[in-house]
């Protein structure tokens, strides 16, 4: 999660497609299909998970949705925030098959995947893709130097963080850059923590896409994407989002004071300007209001530390269910380290 | 930093008292004195740092500002949220004499302190008191079996993390009171994180008093209240504030959208309603419309592992030189272990 | 593992009842029996795992074996280093055992249980009791607050890690003391990471007994002896082998040396000298001639930080389905934190 | 730290130049001079720090050192091991100047320098190069991206820690070229934790040397080699030995043994036989006589996790200095993070 050059436009601030295709479908039809692209849905474990996949699938998609064609799942489960054993393993078994549906085509021969752990290590809620990219299943120097002694189809397996441009200097994508052209992988797999729209999505929400991640990058700069057009190979990222920053924070509540009142005979004038006002526009006046300091600020949950776990050891188990073809649910590993 | 039952009453909810003698003294004339309380202060180093000493007398300033007589001296230095060594410094030095003002006499033998960390070590805005009692110099032991090691006046310190409720199923009131029993000092010095009534004095802010500790209780739980009464010596506490809550943000935000509405030509409705209420008031209507899920949630800066850090080494710093009569600003430790 | 003051006799320097019975029965008949001790064995999936169970019976068998009279049970199995959770959940199963056969009556009532996690948490092979500490399932402050939300039969579980006296300054066995005082345990179960006797052992043995513990203190000092007698209540304590010293390395060297020695065609004389001389022999030979500075060193396995998170999951686990009736194989924690 | 194919020869098994030239010296006139090598020492702060400078000047020299020509600056001081900040001070000053000594022409413009931090961050002795990586001034994006804001002569100072190759599956030296090739420094910095030859020398020994790295790679291996050569950069390398080896332990300790046997009067044969082999014999024979097992044992101090704490902040401190014309002594960074 390194600092993007605000993107200015309407769409609401988010990296996830399922916040843009809500606010696209508000106030229209049930039915409605957003032009250029197709959603389906499904509600699993009595509803206590949800998977939704939207796919961009041409042009009018894209410039409906402000994010280039591909695929993008997303997994909804407020319950892995808490130590649920049972409800993790249905999350990493959800997460594998998502992940394996993106993978690239490699017909018999081994896969050669690149794991990158995006974040910053010595910042509790950023340090979810460092964390994973030390508990996947790291495989690919046995491959090379002591082949016998894996399985034929096990994928390789290289495992990378990258850290972040302030305690490196570099910044993250030349650093990618200058690894992969040396592990020359079918794909790369980035982890990241997100910054939520919502206070109700930190910790509770994975997103997996196939279109590429912009490090530390403002849309736009052509040269930090890493995509298949710019690195030669598959980009699938994992993105949880882990903290809000204040002003969402701020205008979400806003947005509840209106509602209370609403609920109130007597509308007080407050609650006409709240109402009128959409939830976009607290945001903005919000963020004007905000001092410095304060916008430095994020928030986040206080058992941030432990979900942290959680959600390491889900998408670590996850990615190795899904490239290893010889590992299962039985073999998930039960240590975080 | 234990959760407390709210203290509902018409005071501001906070730790620090300088806060509530700043309510006490808003709109009264600049030179009103609180009946029963002594305020004097000072700025130091060209205004980066301000010590001031809030001193409740009696009964009359015990019911004024709604807490227990005694000494109550706030450091305030923005800058020490910064890597600023010769900053530091100073603020080491600051501390170290107030925590001197406050501790007991002890003639001419030497003092036996405990030092207690409170806080959970594994949350990051709360792991002051614990990384503190683990940087402070502890020598009881040796004074007691190989008293030939050290100086004759060097104090007995020994140092104690009593973790929290959640993580032992004790309270921490009773585990501080067993080992107190054990160790029999003259003087406590508990170390807390607190949480801040406004995010400007987030990591700012220390506070040092000698009017007792209730870790993790309501106020009026006399089972819970550790001060020279209930157990027997005196107890000083440090605390910094490293926390807001939602509510605190989004109320004090609101406070500015109301100011900088004022400054806009046409006063809208909102702006009316804005000025009129209180900020009190935006606490408790940010309050009900926050919803339990984010009521959970903190407020915190991104660099909070960093400044851990730092406050902890002042803060063992000052603890060191003023109760070790042979330790001084050159030998503050450079190391955060 | 505080130091200890060295137990001068000649029984081998060991925690392990098990490695005092081994010597004890080295050059006698097959089945010779120690008088006053009784001793079972057990070997489990294909002898990956080995339960002992070592019962000192009387006066005769504490003499013969230099320990209280209780019982000893000993779980070998060098496997748990690996990554292995289904070797591990054998372990855990077995523990679990071991521990129940062990814990006092409580008839009808739930059993309270204070945990206590000995050892200093900033020396990567002491962590062993502070991890456990943090992972069994603490539910003392539930049953007391909010007793609706568990079920009758659980146990009160309180946990504690009182670190080293190196650290806090005070002696741990007052800690203990301090803290039983206040929460009236019917048992104790303490965990410590020991020094082992034999390379072969470091990180592959736990041993369960129930005859107390000597935290930091040299045998016969009463006062820091916790046990049923000096403290009110049952104390079993878990212990593994993490380290070993340099002089028991360089004398086990010695040994094997010698051995080496003996499969050559011409015997040197110093194959006769390393022949004769008997290991305990080595080991003293070898203690002298070590300088200060080594015998400060220890000897540790390069992966020790990993194992300690499948030691620490392990204990907690086995604990957690000891003490809670409710839990099973199947709530195994699969977080280590 | 990554494990080297053994080197077989006659040298000693080190990476200390001093380990080799004292060998060379031994048993040979006072006034020896090992041919193609130049050796200049210093004595400081009354002998409590000593600074030798071996400069293998030619082709001779090499063959006689086994090394690549260059300068191999070594400081010596057993008390940095303990926590003694104004010792700290002095090895920092002697390291900058050791590092300066070393560092390319760069007349008027910025020195563009790469850290690299070398190891593993989750193996405490281990720990060195990713602790020192995370600790320099790093200043390159910020030259880069906001030059206005940093003197005109701060060097362009970018970090990095690679980890190795085990968690990785990449061989550090492709990560390492990979990021240089984007990075393109003028100077590489590699920190690493070494294996020391002697026990006495373990976190006491500081190396600077210019003639490049090898990581996890056996001499001759010429695509891992990084040096000036190779990679296009002058390539400075810091090495502290943090552990010795099992064998070096045992062998060291015999030699002790025939040393104390030699002041007993009657001679025994052990003697005769310890005193006749050399204690490279010794070495062989023990590292025939330990088990597989006790081979991956390492040696270490039971304070390593803090003794790497004063080792990080000496080394990065020491680089600051070095590279940033502007810092000195006054602006060491107190707080390892």
Known sequence: MEKNNEKENFFPRTDLAIEISDVLKLDQAEDYQIPGVEITEKSIEEGEVKVTRVRILDEEGENQMGKPKGDYITIECPGIKQNNPSLHEKVIDLLAQSITSLLPEHENRPLNVLIIGLGNRFATPDTLGP???????????????????????????????????????????????????????????AIDALAARSVSRIN????????????????????????????????????????????????????????????????????????EASHDDHYHLVKEALGDEIKELFVTPKEIDEIMEYLSSIISNGINIAVHPCMTLKDINKYTY
């Open 131 to 189: 964390k994973v990219a030390n508990q996947v299943f790291v495989t690919r120097h046995v491959a090379l130097k002591a082949p016998e002694l894996i399985e034929d189809d096990v994928a390789h397996l290289s495992s990378f963080a990258p850290s972040v441009m302030g305690l490196t200097g570099i910044e993250t994508a030349e650093i990618i850059r200058g690894v992969a052209e040396n592990v020359k992988p079918d794909c790369i797999i």
């Open 204 to 275: 509770s929400t994975i997103q997996i896409s196939d279109t590429g991640i912009s490090p530390g990058a403002g849309v736009g700069n052509k040269r930090k994407e890493l995509n298949e057009t710019t690195i030669g190979c598959k980009v699938i990222a994992i993105g949880v989002p882990t903290v809000v920053d204040t002003a969402t924070l701020v205008s979400d509540t806003l947005s509840e004071i209106a509602k209370l009142m609403a609920k109130e005979a007597d509308h007080s004038p407050l609650f006409d300007i709240l109402k």
